[in-house]
């Protein structure tokens, strides 16, 4: 299944089931499966988008007469992992990151009120756990958010304690493997048996660099562009029959 098949499908129930024949065959061999926690989890920052977080982070270095650290284009970035990368190359292990990084968490932790989850995705949480697979996070969002945000929606048993998320070592963030490395050690798994989930060219990027297998979750034709532009090959514009197809594993 390549990228034309993030859009709607054509033929009716015919088209329909063969989605979810060809996402079936895709998954059968899946043991492991990584989630990206923002996107195809939820959207952490439903109430206040990602750019305004983004926009606040460049606000914060300028208060403080740094503003300078960034280039144009990175403080036009409406990703601000993108501006907490630009900050930790040019000043690493520094107490200015460390602030940056501390800041950047409790935005997260206030944001896990009025994060939305993802349509379907804890049918399909739950579901891939009933028939056997086993589940990990792995994201650039701070750990202690995607506890609380699982713990909220009551599906943090279906992964604790295997959440692995940034680290204080601001380099290793995706697209660097790390965050999906860590994973695969601690669950024994083998990466030709794993699948991750993700919306965001970094995170197929992560996933190849660690040999793992990919599924793109691009909700609009924007996400789809660039995870096509990246080279994922393997799209869907909603996780419902990705849903069906792990529903008929069992």
Partial sequence: MRSESTRPAAGGADAVADETERLRELVASVRVVLFDFDGPICRLFA????????????????????????????????????VLRAVARRHPD?????????????????????????AY??????????VGAR???TTNNAPCAVGRYLERRGTLSCFAPHIYGRTQDLSLLKPHPDCVERALRALGAQPR???????????????????????????????????SSA????????????????????
């Fill in 193 to 227: 048996s794993t699948l991750m989930i993700g919306d965001a060219p970094s995170d197929y990027v992560a996933a190849r660099r660690a040999g793992v297998r990919f599924l793109g979750y691009a909700r609009n034709e924007r996400k789809a562009k660039l995870l």
């Fill in 135 to 137: 589940l990990a996070v």
């Fill in 231 to 250: 080279g994922a090959e393997h799209l869907v514009q909603s996780l419902e029959p990705l849903c069906r197809a792990v529903f008929r594993l069992g």
């Fill in 94 to 118: 520094s107490d200015l990151v460390a602030e940056l990084e501390e800041w950047l968490t409790r935005q997260e932790l206030n944001a896990v009120t009025t994060a939305m989850p993802t």
């Fill in 47 to 82: 109430g206040r988008p990602a750019a305004d977080v983004a926009r606040d982070l460049v606000r914060w270095l300028q208060e403080r007469g740094l503003r300078g650290l960034l280039t144009a284009e990175e403080k036009e970035e409406p990703d601000p992992f993108v």
């Fill in 121 to 130: 995705v804890d049918p399909l949480i739950r579901t891939w756990t009933a």
